[in-house]
């Protein structure tokens, strides 16, 4: 494969290989599949429906050189595997006994290839090519995993198919298990659209090779159930509000198949793109002509950094990766004009590049809160899912549950929830009344006019208790003679006396 994207001529030369060989004719005649990049549609690998874009000044060359290894590494293999089955058969006598077993080599090798039979609908392959990514892709996964399709090959092919089948599954399940054994987080839940893939950190990679959708999507409509990825919230199928469907889950797979221009149309007429947000034309244009390696090199730095982008060597093989970064917050409104927080996806490259150009802010909350609000979002989900699972048990024990502050338990068989936060400590105050204070009337104007004589006599003990302030103004009087007697004693007992 790197040997055709860096040199047209080994390309080329290949094509002439495969021309040469004693058993180009058979393989003509039994159909394999021989692509070119040529502007022949019908003879292009369907990842690439046009020219196009090798009309593109600087990138058109590395557009080029994407397609001619891709073509010439699958011709390389189709025209190999073609050729050992062949000479396998004639080892054996099989192909002695039946000369027809090449078209059951061919169609097997194309479906292993992602080259799937179309039937009836092989002549409207471009058509369809247009609507859809891959589409004969779409039909060998489905077709590979349909038992039928093994009973009507030949005994011999049936039994390479099969082969294959299993030693595909053994490899795929080695890596699973080398990936848990070394740290990594594998969902063996068929429910989950992380089922069977590898999770390190929040970067998802799947090395099924596009069977993994079809065996979620048929887990799903046969148990009626599925769990989100993100939350691992459980869901029964058409149960609650705005419930999710079986028709639904349909739907949504097909649109995860749509091509590049369908699925700008579909956006366009629902208003919104597939991951619910606000349809943004500009950036969905120029996402269009970004290579999707890059919006995967892009998430890798934006969540690891510099680090990060050695793991995206993995797609470069075929192993296809997505990474969940986490949401932006942003200020919006409830329908009744309440203000809340909102949760948007991480723009794509396109929708970065049209914001750095137009000067858009991504969200009206600073960057330094989001971090808070992301981490309070997700504990909230855990508490939720957390909820559901002790609402359950206790539905299906009768056994009350305690979730952080919460009780579940049942009552006349129905689930209801009790808040047991200990409450606080704090005595309340009765509420008083308002105190009215009347203003003193002021005091009459006292006179003391001079007396002639003032007598005190003979005291055993003066006693003085603790006075109010008291206040007195005098006039001015003449001085008052006093004629004091001798004391004996005068006995004073110790008060505090401001």
């Known amino acids: 494969m790197f040997k055709y994207v860096g040199s047209e001529k080994a390309y080329k030369g290949l094509q002439e290989n495969i021309r040469s060989r004693p058993t180009y004719n058979a393989m003509r005649e039994a159909k394999l599949a021989i692509t070119d990049i040529g502007p022949d549609i019908l003879g292009r690998e369907e990842a690439f429906l046009s020219n196009l874009s090798e009309k593109i000044p600087i990138f058109g060359k590395l557009s080029k050189a994407s397609n001619r290894a891709y073509s010439g590494f699958l011709n390389k293999l189709r025209a190999d595997t073609f050729d050992d089955l062949l000479a396998k058969s004639k080892e054996l006598g099989v192909y002695d006994q039946n000369p027809g077993i090449i078209n059951d080599i061919a169609k097997f090798v194309n479906t292993a290839t992602g080259r799937g039979d179309l039937g009836a609908l092989n002549k409207a392959a471009p058509i369809l090519n247009a609507a859809f990514f891959s589409p004969r892709l779409m039909a060998s996964r489905v077709q590979t995993l349909n038992p039928m399709y093994y009973v009507n090959l030949d005994p011999f092919v049936r039994k390479e198919a099969l082969k294959s089948l299993f030693g595909f599954g053994t490899v795929v399940g080695t890596i699973l298990g080398l990936s848990k054994l070394g740290g990594a987080e594998v969902s063996t839940d068929p429910r989950s659209a992380d089922f069977g893939k590898i999770k390190i950190g929040d970067t998802r990679y799947d090395p099924w090779g596009g069977f993994q959708q079809y065996l979620v999507l048929a887990s799903r409509l046969v148990t009626g159930e599925m769990v989100s990825s993100t939350t691992g919230k459980e869901f029964k199928l058409g149960e609650g509000y705005k419930p999710t469907t079986r028709f639904d889950i349909v739907q949504r797979f097909f649109e995860s198949k749509e091509s590049p221009i369908a699925s700008f149309v579909t ?3 629902k208003g919104q793109t597939n991951m619910g947000e606000p349809v943004n034309v500009p ?8 290579p999707m390696m890059a919006q995967d090199v892009t998430d890798l730095y934006k969540e690891y950094g510099a680090k990060g982008i050695p793991m995206a060597i993995p797609g470069i093989f075929g192993v296809g ?7 932006i917050p942003m200020k919006g409104k409830t329908p009744t004009g309440k203000e809340n927080i909102q949760w948007r996806t991480q723009p794509g490259l396109g929708e970065q590049l049209v914001n750095k150009i137009t000067g858009t802010q991504l969200s009206n909350i600073p960057q330094d809160q989001w971090a808070p609000l992301v981490e309070e979002r997700k504990q909230k989900a855990l508490k939720a899912i957390d ?32 808040d047991i936060t200990p409450k606080s400590t704090t005595t309340k105050v ?17 006179k003391i006019s001079t007396p002639k004589k003032i007598k005190i006599k003979k005291l055993a003990a003066i006693k003085i208790k603790k006075p109010s302030k008291l206040k007195l103004s005098f006039k001015k009087t003449k001085p008052i003679a006093l004629k004091m007697p001798k004391f004996k004693k005068i006995k004073l007992k110790p008060s505090k006396v401001a």
């Open 430 to 446: 009765p509420a008083t009344k308002k105190l009215t204070v009347k203003k003193a009337k002021k005091p009459k104007k006292i």
């Open 283 to 290: 950036a969905e244009i120029v996402d269009r002509f970004i």
């Open 267 to 269: 956006s366009l007429f």
């Open 321 to 327: 990766s997505q990474t969940y970064t986490d949401q």
């Open 387 to 418: 909820m559901t699972k002790a609402k359950a048990t206790v539905l299906e024990t009768g056994e009350s549950q305690v979730v952080d502050n919460t009780l579940i338990y049942m009552k006349d068989g129905v689930v209801k929830t009790k």
